[in-house]
């Protein structure tokens, strides 16, 4: 295969494809979606059986078990699949949307109409549930798609592709709507992220190595997050009730997900009463802790059975581990913690546990991360639970998108003008 020329070939087809994408209806929009999701549950013992393919390859391989979590595909994660992008459908089309319509003195209106971004060149690895989010975002925001998924999920993302071909062709969308890069060829990467004639963003998902080279090397722009240090707080005024559970999902619900709790911070008022209860669960779950001296000597002395106490390098403050390990440290209060957040965090989900509310107040604006929360896990950093039907990835950048992004930061605007005659003086 002449790498070069099929990208070309690709890159042309959805270019063209993005033009009747941006003008398809609502109505054949959500019915392409509906139907991928009706597939995808028919189709579900195929799947899975892609899958197991898959994972079956990928432990012969060595692959992490980081890795091998997040390419497992379940029946519950296909309904998971279908159910967003049944929640796409039903989410409000941005597209034609017209917003912030204001007179002004010579008489003509002026406002923003919300339009497609164009072609977007997703790149991920592992994970199969990106092809079916990626796919029904793109489809609903009025883009089309270049999908290069790994070639460790090969054989699932082939058959989860049958299923949104499917979609585009009942719903009378062009079928190089949302293309599957069919060659698992490294090369095609490389042109995919250096073809601006026809392709408008990149979005990386995978490994910090990944996007590294992404970001470094593309000539398109680039959606992106290079990784995932995000922090629990424990504040002088946490309700214990609450400290626990949020710090026991936000680190051992999963592993391996960039929103997963890395490091914890204590508040020294109230670590002597926290943190054997925190270490208790932590140990219970088979988490190492590597800590700081004050946090060891609190948990070493509080006898905990099974406990496994590092002593914290410099380097484990910003490390993401996707793994059952945390970073842990005890810190003077609120400007304390702000200050370690703002200094190691991956600016991606930070969260603090306090019922004191001009304190929340303050994390929530001082603390410089993607979001940010108050009372509640960083597991729910994620388009699904933000209410966006999926994400096609969680940007840390400031400029147009910022978050778990949906279909509004798939979009951009354009100034329209209402006019009934007007010439400039």
Known sequence: MDIQ??????????????????????AAKNQALCVIAASLRARAPELLAAN?????????????????????????????????????????????????????????????MRVPLGVIGIIYEARP???ADAAGLCIKSGNAAILRGGKEALHC???????????????????????????TDRAAVGELITMPEFVDVIVPRGGK???????????????????????????DEADAAKAIPIVENSKTQRYGTCNTAESLLVARSRAAELLP?????????????RGCAESLAILGA???????????????????????????????????????????????????????????????REVDSASVMINASTRFADGF?????????????????????????????KWVVFGNGEVRA
């Open 209 to 235: 190595g990944l996007i590294e080279r992404i970001s470094r090397d593309a000539r398109v722009p680039v959606i992106k997050h290079l990784d995932g240090n995000c922090h629990v707080y424990l504040d």
């Open 129 to 131: 549930n990106v092809t």
């Open 52 to 112: 197991a393919r898959d994972l079956e390859q990928a432990r012969a391989d060595g692959l992490e078990p980081a890795m091998i979590d997040r390419l497992t595909l379940s029946a519950k994660g296909i309904e998971s699949m279908a159910s967003g992008l049944e929640q796409i459908a039903a989410l409000p089309d941005p597209i034609g949307e017209i917003s912030n319509v204001k007179r002004r003195p010579s008489g003509i209106q002026v406002g923003h």
């Open 302 to 364: 509080a006898g905990i059975a099974g406990a496994r106490l590092v002593p914290a390098q410099e380097s484990d403050w910003s490390e993401e581990y996707l793994a059952p390990v945390i970073a842990i440290k005890v810190v003077d209060g609120l400007d304390a913690a702000i200050d370690h957040i703002n200094r190691y965090s991956s600016q991606h989900t930070d969260a603090i546990v306090s019922e004191n509310y001009s304190k929340a107040m303050r994390f929530l």
């Open 385 to 413: 639970e933000y209410g966006l039907g999926a994400e096609i990835g969680i940007s840390t950048d400031k400029i147009h998108a910022r978050g778990p992004v949906g279909l509004e930061g798939l979009t951009s605007q």
């Open 157 to 183: 993302n082939q058959a989860i592709a049958a299923c949104v071909r499917e979609g585009l062709e009942t719903a009378g969308l062009p079928a190089a709507g949302v293309q599957i890069i069919e060659t």
């Open 277 to 289: 209860r925190v270490g208790a669960m932590l140990a219970g779950r088979g988490v190492e802790m």
């Open 5 to 26: 020329q099929y990208m070309q070939d690709t890159g042309r087809k959805a270019r063209a494809a993005s033009r009747q994408m941006a003008a398809a209806s609502t």
